[in-house]
């Protein structure tokens, strides 16, 4: 055979054979590298962090009504209102110990007129804790305080234990500071001794306030 001609026969077997070799790389599965599989991240829900962190502090101030529940016992034959309809405000500090949850300490004042054209001033001094937590912009805490009061009711006056529980919510409007809305129930009683006994009352009052808080 020439030269050319053998030339010519070899080159058409290559041919020949290219498409056999192809498929038999596509079935190898040797030849093609692994691909990295395209597995999307699943989604996962966090769960809201309470923002009240150990360390924060808050300031609080308060302007309300205050409004009288009861007096007990009532010894009187016709059952009618001692108390009117009055007014509350407070100064509290918080500190917070552990996340959400707060220590502190209040100051306040309410005052009601009563029967015989008297006026009574119950000013508490408590100590105070509660739990705070948060959902969207707003704030919302529970809270209950212990602590001593002075009370005057026109002209004489009295020193007592008091109690108050409640709570509030507010809308955080900038970064420092929330208002809303709070309301607490008020123990006070009042207690007496000795030839005095028989004077011994407890009443019960409901603060609705608004309120305002500054965090530190």
């Known amino acids: 055979m020439k030269p050319y001609s053998a030339a010519v026969v070899g080159l058409s077997a290559l041919l020949a054979l290219a498409p056999i070799q ?14 990295s599989p ?6 996962v829900e966090l769960e809201p962090v309470n923002p009240f962190l150990p360390g924060d502090q808050t300031i609080g101030l ?14 009187r034959a016709v059952i009618e209102p001692k108390l009117d ?22 100051i306040g004042g309410a005052f009601n007129s009563s029967i015989g054209d008297q006026s009574l001033f119950v000013a508490p001094l408590s100590f105070r804790g509660a739990y ?49 809305l709070q309301s607490y129930f008020w123990l006070v009683p009042e207690l007496h001794v000795g030839d005095y006994s028989d004077l011994t009352r407890t009443s019960g009052f409901l603060e609705v306030a608004l309120a305002a808080v500054y965090h530190l």
């Open 22 to 35: 192809s498929v038999l790389a596509q079935e190898d599965p040797g030849s093609e590298m692994p691909s």
């Open 38 to 43: 395209d597995i999307a991240s699943p989604e």
């Open 85 to 106: 309809l009055g007014g509350s405000f407070s100064f509290s500090y918080q500190y917070f110990i552990y996340r959400g949850i707060a220590i502190g300490g209040t």
């Open 132 to 180: 705070w937590w948060t959902l969207g912009s707003f704030e919302f805490d529970v809270g209950a305080e212990v602590g001593g009061y002075l009370l005057r009711l026109g002209d004489d006056g009295v020193l007592g234990p008091f109690a108050k529980l409640g709570g509030g919510a507010f809308w955080n409007s900038a970064s420092s500071w929330s208002i809303g």
């Open 62 to 75: 308060t302007v309300g009504l205050q409004l009288p529940l009861f007096i007990l016992p009532d010894t």
